[in-house]
């Protein structure tokens, strides 16, 4: 089993700054693949970003150039590093965790065998 738990979201406003943590712990070997995902009010959730064990990053679109993952295997954490927000990335977002994941693709919601509880992000105009 492994547990994820999310910090540090919070409201900003448009153009700054949010870091997102999620500490894991339990068994994390068999998960190759970690990444954040979020669900604005009213819509699917949408994986934002993936790292792999070789640290290779896959962004969606709407986040490239804006958003940086990062995982630390020494502290069991995950990091999102949020710059440049704005309003439509007002969302909860969920750290997730999966042995199965594609190269160089965001992990599938399908295939996540963790999630965490997620946290509350809000960009006012």
């Known amino acids: 089993q492994v547990q994820l738990v999310e910090s540090g979201g919070g409201s900003v406003q448009s153009g700054g700054s949010l870091r997102l943590s999620c500490a894991a712990s339990?068994?994390?070997?068999?998960?190759?693949?970690m990444g954040w995902f979020r669900q604005a009010p009213g819509k699917e959730r949408e994986g934002v970003a993936t790292i792999d064990s070789w640290r290779i990053t896959t962004y969606a679109d709407s986040v490239k150039g804006r958003f940086i993952i990062s995982l630390n295997n020494t502290k069991n954490m995950l990091y999102l590093e949020m710059n440049g927000l704005k309003p439509e990335d007002t969302a909860i977002y969920y750290c997730a965790a999966t042995s199965s994941c594609r190269w160089r693709t965001l992990i599938d919601e399908n295939s996540v065998d963790y999630w965490g509880q997620g946290t509350q992000v809000t960009v006012s105009s």
């Open positions: 339990g068994d994390t070997t068999s998960s190759t693949c």
